[in-house]
């Protein structure tokens, strides 16, 4: 496309994301899952007034870096069993709420 002036692909070790539910955890980012493309859209007027620094590469990825969650932040999530997909068993699916009743007075039980 001659529209696409600049394309960063950038490994989803290399990154994270604010969650959508940041304002209900305790710990705002997370890891992303995913690698990010992140692509640079200008047309022949936009490209001559906003020219993209030879640097923008290494500018991004640092801006992306800082979204990185810290060590403690994971171990939190993985505690709570919360948005580690698969190495947490789902997640953070909810799968309704936990039965605290006897084994014996559970439905299974009473076929």
Known sequence: NSFVKASVL?????HGFVSG?????KDRFMDSPFDTAFFVLQNVSGAKRYPIPVSFDEILREAFRKSL???AMRDRR???G???GDKDGGGGVYKG???TKNESTSWK???
């Open 109 to 111: 039980s009473q076929k």
């Open 82 to 84: 919360r948005g580690f």
């Open 21 to 25: 539910a940041q304002h209900q955890r």
């Open 78 to 80: 993985m505690k709570e």
């Open 97 to 99: 709420k936990k039965n």
């Open 69 to 71: 969650p810290t060590d």
């Open 10 to 14: 950038i490994a989803a070790s290399d």
